[in-house]
């Protein structure tokens, strides 16, 4: 069984700086996808980047990257440029390929950006 | 294009009562999946489907059933709801090609 940790339960960062997310998971599977999500307070979960495990080069989605450490099993996504509309619940999910899409997420991690 | 839409969007039950949460979705996935989010715990897994009469139990499948009878239907019914039902419930869809699921926007429950 797969495990995603995100051991920070809060974090706050001024509008235009940059900030970063931690994401720790346990397999022993070789092949898997990893995934940012993002939940605004409307509630919707919303895909922001996505990373395969067999690719080293680290995923990037115009101001969302990634730090993907395959070997240290650490998945951190790093927000450059923050707006206040970054304000959001953030899940880091993990992905088995073969697994019929099943999808195990982290506690998540309250960002809130601020003036 | 609706992607996957979840109704309703917010139910009050009574312990003991028995109710549907429907999901639909309108891009052809094979795969179709219910999670539940409690606060601190994230989402969880109850049943997932990779296609029309496929179905399997999630992480946590006790007083949930599902069915499957189309590609795009794939309704979540509690049988006999618990105060411990109380979440927030989302139902989720993807092409078995590794690119994430597009997520409903979510039933608020409250079982009193």
């Known amino acids: 069984a797969q495990t995603v940790t995100q051991s920070q339960p809060e974090m706050s960062v001024q509008e235009a700086e940059t900030v970063t997310l931690s994401c720790t998971y346990d397999?022993?599977?070789?092949?898997?996808?990893l995934f940012w999500y993002k939940q605004p307070p409307s509630r919707q979960m919303i895909l922001v980047i996505r990373?395969?495990?067999?690719?080293?080069q680290n995923a990037t989605e115009n101001r969302f990257s990634v730090n993907f450490q395959k070997a240290a099993k650490s998945f951190s996504l790093k927000i450059s440029d923050s707006q206040l509309g970054d304000t959001a619940m953030y899940f880091c999910a993990f992905m088995a390929t073969g697994t019929a899409s099943k999808l195990t997420f982290g506690t998540g991690t309250r960002l809130q950006v601020t003036l | 294009n609706a992607g996957v839409t979840q109704t309703p969007k917010f139910q009050v039950l009574k312990t003991g009562q028995s109710m549907t949460l429907q999901c639909a979705q309108d891009?052809?996935?094979?795969?179709m999946s219910w999670y539940r989010q409690d606060p601190g715990m994230g989402l969880r897994l109850i049943h997932y489907s990779v296609g029309a009469g496929i179905t399997d139990q999630g992480e946590v499948p006790n007083g949930y059933n599902v069915s499957r009878s189309t590609t795009e239907d794939f309704p979540l019914r509690l049988l006999s709801a618990a105060p411990s039902q109380t979440s927030v419930y989302f139902c989720a869809s993807s092409h078995p090609d590794g690119y994430g699921y597009t997520f409903g926007s979510g039933t608020r429950l409250t079982v009193v």
């Open positions: 891009m052809n996935h094979e795969y």
């Open positions: 990373q395969e495990a067999y690719k080293q």
């Open positions: 397999t022993s599977e070789s092949n898997y996808y």
